[in-house]
């Protein structure tokens, strides 16, 4: 894929679940400034270093996703209900044992950051969907709750988190730890 669908590719899809996460007037006009902020250089793409996403124009609830090293992953902005509903889950319980505060940055757990592939087969799940208000996966019906983990199989594992880190309080970078 060349630096130039890649971008494409990046556009089209920040576009797709900006207006599908959030139907409301104002999407479009913070979309594109975004998207042009977010779009790395191709010097940046070919060398796989890291890629910074302007987190301000992501409102709350919404779930936006990009592309590093040819990976798609989500960035999801978590409401204080989709915070809680994570945090009070019997851990013990689940498939893939995980607390919610090991899959988010200390003070930052309104950013959930998981690639965006199914553990399954690798399909791209759906967010704000399922039993959990997480994520659904639509090829076999796995199921994710708000912390990415996963809630209903065929998919072994939660959703895995790539490496980043915050610059800021409003510039996530994707390839750091
Ligand atoms: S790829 Fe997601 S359930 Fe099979």
Not at 24 to 34: L, M, S
Not at 101 to 128: D, E
Request: glycine share 10%.
């Amino acid at each position: 894929m060349t630096s130039h669908e890649v971008a494409q590719s990046t556009r089209r899809d920040i576009l797709q679940l900006g207006t599908a996460a959030v139907a409301a007037a104002g999407v479009a006009a913070v979309a594109w400034p975004f998207i042009d902020q977010m779009n790395p250089d191709a010097a940046t793409i070919a060398s796989g270093g890291p890629i910074e996403l302007d987190l301000a124009p992501i409102a709350q609830g919404q779930i936006v996703r990009i592309f590093w090293r040819g990976k798609p992953i989500f960035v999801r902005h978590r409401t204080p209900d989709e915070i809680a509903a994570a945090e009070k889950v019997d851990v013990a319980a689940l498939m893939d044992p995980q607390p919610d505060s090991a899959r988010v940055k200390p003070g930052m757990a309104q950013w959930l950051v998981v690639y965006a592939s199914c553990t399954h087969l690798g399909c791209i799940p759906l967010g704000h969907q399922g039993d959990w208000n997480g994520w659904f996966c639509p090829c076999h019906g796995s199921q994710y709750d708000t912390s990415g983990r996963v809630r209903k199989g065929p998919a072994p594992t939660n959703l895995p988190i790539p490496p980043y880190s915050f610059a800021g309080d409003a510039k996530l970078v994707v390839g750091v730890a």
